[in-house]
Every structure is written in C-alpha cells, then in structure tokens.
C-alpha cells in the first residue's frame, strides 16, 4: 500500500465495509466506560482488603450483632455495617476470640473506623485524580454526533432517535455514587 491518494481511497473503501458511524461510536462509549469500571473496580477491590478484614474481626469479637450497644460504637446505627458485612462475606484466615467486654471491642473497633477512613481519604483522593476528560469527550461526541449519523444511516429522523438517551458526563459525585465511599463515625 502506498502513502497518499490512494491510502485514503483504500480507507474510503474500507469504511464502506466497517460498522456504520453511529455504531462505532455507541461501541467507543462502551468500551471506554467498560475500561473506567474495570479500573475502578479493581482499585476499589484490592483497598478494600483491609476494611473487609477490620470488619469481619469485629463481626467476630462481636460473636452476634445484637450485642452492638456494649460496644465502642454505642449509640451509632450498626446498620450499614451489617449490610456491608453480609455483601462482603469477610473470611478470616486465624479466629478472633469473642469479646466478654465493651473494652475487648474497642480495639476493634478503634481498627475499623481508622481502615473505612484511610480507604475513604484514598478513595476520594483516586476519584478525583481519576482521568475524566478522554471519556467525557467520548460521551460527548455521542452526544452531538450519534443521531445525526444514524439519521444518515437510516434516512430516518424518528428511527435515528428511537432509543437514544444523551450520557451525562463522568464527574466526581457519579463516580461515588458508583463507587461510594465507607460509612464513617466520629470518634470520641
């Protein structure tokens, strides 16, 4: 293949046997928010090592979620932890003995709240960090171009907006509400 004309005419031709326009770029916004998730989610996975195990070591010097008001967390709702607890299945590799007292659950506790809040300032700290604007152009090149190129490919204006809903960009605050932080209590 020669450089030049007849490069392009070769590019022209392929194009011809390509997906439609408005495909490839409903497939680009695909792929680029399958890439974001995919990199959220495994970040997001390997810091929450800590905060599960911190979780399941109180689960366990717990013995029983009923017992919650003995312990250092009394007069906080124990609610989203035992939803967290039941989402994540936390597995402990050595036994943690059962707590006979409020203090024995202090320490575990003092350890949870500081693992929810150093994944929570990391979290947020990658959140904001995180590269928006290469997808965002994406979504919003979706946004101005993929009815106008499915009008052309159909020749219908009703058919080109049937089923087409404009993307909001990636910002901070549809990220967390994606991947939301831990809950957090004040210490005291």
């Known amino acids: ?14 194009a011809q046997f390509d997906a439609p326009a408005f495909v490839r770029r409903a497939k680009a916004v695909e792929v680029a928010d399958e890439l974001l998730h995919t990199r959220c989610s495994r970040q997001r996975e390997e810091w929450l090592e800590m905060p599960r195990l911190r979780l399941g070591q109180l689960a366990a010097a717990l013995g029983d979620w009923s017992r919650w008001p003995i312990s250092a967390g009394a007069g906080h709702d124990p609610q989203p932890l035992i939803d967290l607890h039941t989402q994540w299945q936390p597995r402990l590799k050595v036994p943690v003995a059962r707590a006979t007292s409020a203090g024995q659950l202090q320490l ?5 709240t500081e693992s929810f809040g150093k994944f929570n300032r990391r979290w947020r700290a990658f959140v904001e960090q995180f590269p928006r604007d290469e997808i965002n152009q994406i979504r919003d090149g979706y946004n101005r171009y993929y009815v106008l190129e499915k009008e ?3 020749g219908s204006p009703a058919l080109a907006r049937r089923g087409f809903v404009e ?3 990636i910002t901070v605050p549809s990220l967390l ?11 005291e």
């Open 1 to 14: 293949m020669s450089v030049g004309g007849e490069g392009n005419e070769v590019r022209k031709i392929l």
């Open 152 to 154: 052309c490919a159909t």
């Open 108 to 112: 575990p506790w003092d350890r949870l």
């Open 167 to 169: 993307l909001a960009p």
């Open 177 to 187: 509400t994606w991947y939301p932080l831990l809950p957090e209590w004040q210490t």
